[in-house]
């Protein structure tokens, strides 16, 4: 019980040397690795850079108690900084301190809903955002996170957060284009594009171990840093115009809340709360997921709710930003070999030493590079092979695709997630309004029934076996009765029709309701209704309504026994289609 | 395709005297009937007496033209009156002549939107409002309107539209309780409920033929009408505070729309317009629908939508209020013996007549009298047993009844519909997201099988057949790989899953990354996954998908089949559970 609310409970304990060397090492790589992702992620959210290295370090440490994966890393995440500046800037103005009050603000409160949310186990919630809803989101947001850093790098202004506003917002400025900014944005770009894609290759070519030219090839942000850094600094580009990072407060964070602020800001970031907390924990759960089942582990999705929400709660008490598990940060913090996760602690501290101490080296850091280094990890957001895919495999769910696209890139990101949950989720309804059912026919020589259009297979005149593939519930009732009510006006020569309910897996007083009035009009219309197939937990359910005594019919274990009960008496002959 | 839309061309051109004379005699009883209700529905609504008369003449000769039933009588009802109520003290205040105008821009949306569900075919959303929930609502209702008119039967004054408010309304008048009226008021209750309950019975033992008898009591709220005025002229009661529905104007309605008023009431009304549709198509519809039954008629929901929504544009035209389908003019008129909307039509023009030149005659009608009438009608709404019955079928139906109804009084009746539907489907989508799934085994000496855990069944145990009972979709896609790899961690032994998709009817593109997440699991733990049993609809659409390519095992057509190629090989043997 303890346990299961204290997941650190169960590795600390037995914790000994040789994880810690493992961990060590991992928790010191993580923390190169990440203070440029860090920092471009917290401006992207409109946010001053360092809020995105506090946000790596407290939150972190907060996660490796609560939560259960081994690996993950926590801290500012690409898609979540986007979400966070599209609420932000909704309700105040960028670079004001109101700005920077709500970023905690929303952190609290994602906290906290996160938190609610793993103590009410209801962490099933965030299955109804499917995947054509995430893939579609994943894929505007890439580009709209593309699009507002193409100011960063030309070094002109870009405002809005769709994708119209911040095209339209490029335009006028287009003359000023800054050609210094120009090159070392699209030359740290063209940098880190091909240390991704032929930096290990070459490494190796050179000589080098695979693991390490790996490494080093992931490290390409950081070398963009430091060259980019080195450069802006010996040549004087800050005072030419190039864009830096510039004076970072040196020291920890305080921790405090912010109580100060007015209640319709609580209120206005209620909404944008929940969508951030919805989209942090399914990107955070299923990465989390494939690492533990590489290694056989399990995580629970509620206690990683409640993980989430202490990083969050963190977050905002000590100046951050929302945060959650991230996808480059987890990979390097695995890739690096961490064991448990103190390595993730290891990191936070790493942090808090640059934090407290090495500010002052990233004042030359030019804004470009950081702009760069996020516009290369967020287009492997962008997924168009899986559109094609979807579109091939399915309109339906292609359309929940396309709507999520069109809405987040028109409307913004939170528009975007819940017309594609809403829409989704009204499809399914429409699909299930409107059952697929077939008249069956016995496979000759077996036991087995099948669709007679499809099929070649025996029936019987007199005998309809019409199987119903949905399970019956208030949307589809009346359709069901329609359905019936046509067959017996089509064939007046039907004295039995068998309800297969294989596919049956739910009747809802509604469906009782129809039932009972398709057993009355049939017995009118001198047509006896049976079913057959039905399951033990529909069954146990009917047996505690009166339609099983009105039934006119009989309850066959299976379509066979109805088949050899009703269907055999008469001449019984092959019917092709 | 021209009948289509003009329905009444099925019947008019072979309209013959026989008909006529049926029809007449309808039409003249059922305008007779319908007078005192459509009085009370209108002060129900909080409208003046006469908006019910007008709202009964040309809604009513619209719906001849465009609806599909042959008997159903379109007028003010009850549950609409209390709803239309609701909306308009909502945005204004009654008594005012914007609350006039607000019932007439209600009743145009209302016209409007039912037009365009019905030429967009969208019959099908009110399928979305189960019957657990209408049944509740109309529960709640009842108990609503009976309360709403305790004011006027003691005669005080009560306000409010939630049963909270009534109720609290009407304490600090009791003192002023004014006996004529009470006298009035519970007197005419008494006589409506002892016509109800005895008066056929009582009628027949004088000797009255059947029908005679029926329709005799049938009239007790003519009775009582043409009683309590009498006496209320005779005795000056009106003069001694009894509240009496006063001068009505004389004449018809004159046609007008209401342009001059403002944008902002009509968007205010948009919401209560959608809900009024749909709960009066609802209501409408199944009325229809069973009357046509009885028939073998067929009444058509998409070409009723227009039918409805032509008479509530008639009654926005008309200075009336939203109509639709009544159940107590509807069953007067079809035991009237009417054949033919011309019923309709006639008992439209019969109230014309009298809205003409008899309305002086209504002057002395007793508030009081009317309020028994609406009372008495409406206690038929509520359905106790109904509550009882689906506590006994399902919780979960039952839990959707009593929000609605908890919902209804506390918080009004569009919240309560409102609520009641969101739950309804919420805990359908809950539902289908944790399916159920049983093993499988073979009944012995069959090809059948069933659950382990409730048949005594063949199993082997390298086999697993795992039969899923729900449609794979985004809402389950995940738990059904929680469910296969706690499956195969527990039965190191397994070699082969079959996933038995007889109740699949859907697998999504969510479902399908899954199935290939499980897939290359299973495969790496040195399992072979098979499929068996898929529906012909789910087969099309896997093979526009590379997930067969990749299957490592096979698809079986039947459950059998898969058990004689995998099972056999090895020694089954019966388990009993």
Sequence with gaps: MFKRYFPILSWLPHYHGRLLGADLLAGVIVTIMVIPQSLAYALLAGLPAVVGLYASILPQLLYCVFGTSRTLAVGPVAIIALMTGAALSGVTTPGTPDYLQAALILSLLS?????????????????????????????????LIATSQLGNLLGIESSGFTLVERLISLVPNLPSLHWPTLGIGFGTLLFLVLMRRQGKKTLMRLGLRSMLADLIAKAGPVFAVVITTLLTWHLGLAEHGVAVVGSIPQGLPALSLPWDADTSLWRALLIPALLISLVGFVESVSMGQMLAAKHRQRISPN?????????????????????????????????????????????????????????????????????????????????????????????????????????????????????????????????????????????????????????????????????????????NARYLEDTLYNLIATRPELEHVVLICSAVNLIDASALESLDAINAHLKDSGVTLHLAEIKGPVMDQLKRSDFLDELTGRVFLSTYAAWRELGEYSHSHPLSS
């Excluded at 609610?116 to 995947?131: D, E, P």
């Design 111 to 143: 906290g906290v809903m996160l938190i609610a949310m793993g103590l009410l186990r209801l962490g099933f919630f965030s299955n109804f955002l499917s995947h054509p809803v995430i893939s579609g989101f994943l894929t505007a947001s890439g580009i």
């Design 303 to 475: 206690q990683e709710l409640i993980g989430l929400g202490g990083a969050n709660l963190a977050a905002g008490l000590s100046s951050g930003m929302p945060v959650t598990g991230g996808l480059s940060r987890t990979v390097i913090n695995y890739d690096a070999g961490a064991k448990t996760p103190a390595a993730g602690a290891f990191a936070a501290l790493g942090i808090a030493v640059v934090t407290l101490s090495m500010t002052s080296l990233l004042y030359y850091l030019p804004i470009a590079t950081l702009a760069a280094t996020i516009t290369v990890s967020i287009l492997t957001l962008v997924d168009i092979p899986m559109l094609r895919q979807t579109w091939r495999y399915s309109r339906t769910d292609f359309s929940s695709m396309a709507v999520t696209i069109a809405f987040t890139l028109v409307e913004g990101v939170e528009m975007g997630i819940i017309a594609g949950v809403i829409l989704s989720i009204g499809l399914f309804l429409y699909r299930t309004s409107r059952p697929h059912s077939a008249l069956v026919g016995r496979v000759p020589d077996t036991e087995h029934f099948r669709n007679v259009v499809r099929h070649e297979v025996e029936t019987a005149s007199h005998l309809a076996l019409l199987r119903i593939d949905e399970s019956l519930y208030f949307a």
